[in-house]
C-alpha cells in the first residue's frame, strides 16, 4: 500500500503563492506517476499538474506559467503555486498510480492511491 499525506495549505491574498508538499509513504518504489488535483465546492475534481519518475512534467491549461510540480528522491511530491487566483481557492490533493505511461494523465480515475488533501483558500 501507498499513503500520501499532504501539507502546506492555508490562506493567501490573489497574486500571492504557496508551496504545498506531499509526502508519500509505504511502497512508493511501486510508483511511477503523481499528480496534484482539486476540488471547489460544488465542482468536479481536477487535474492541475502531473509528473513522472524521470521527471516529466505536465500541467492543465488554468495553471501552466504560474503553477510548477516537482518532486525529490524521497518522492515528496511539491507543487508551487504563484500568481494565486481567486479561482484557485479548493481543496488540493496529491495522487499517486504505478502505470506503463504517465505523460498527460490528469484524470480522476487513471489514479489509484490519494491523500486526504489540503486547503488553499485565495482572496481578493
Known amino acids: 500500500q501507498v499513503q500520501l499525506l499532504e501539507s502546506g495549505g492555508g490562506s493567501v491574498q490573489a497574486g500571492g503563492s504557496l508551496r504545498l508538499s506531499c509526502a508519500v509513504s509505504?511502497?512508493?518504489?511501486?510508483?511511477?506517476?503523481m499528480a496534484w488535483f482539486r476540488q471547489a465546492p460544488g465542482k468536479e475534481r481536477e487535474g492541475v499538474a502531473g509528473i513522472d519518475v524521470l521527471g516529466t512534467t505536465w500541467y492543465g491549461d488554468s495553471v501552466k506559467g504560474r503553477f510548477t510540480i516537482s518532486q525529490d528522491n524521497a518522492k515528496t511530491l511539491y507543487l508551487e503555486m504563484t500568481r494565486l487566483k481567486t479561482e484557485d481557492t479548493a481543496m488540493y490533493y496529491c495522487a499517486a498510480t504505478s502505470a506503463n505511461y504517465c505523460t498527460g494523465r490528469l484524470l480522476v480515475p487513471e489514479y489509484k492511491y490519494w491523500g486526504q488533501g489540503t486547503q488553499v483558500t485565495v482572496s481578493s
Open positions: 509505504g511502497y512508493s518504489y511501486i510508483i511511477d506517476c
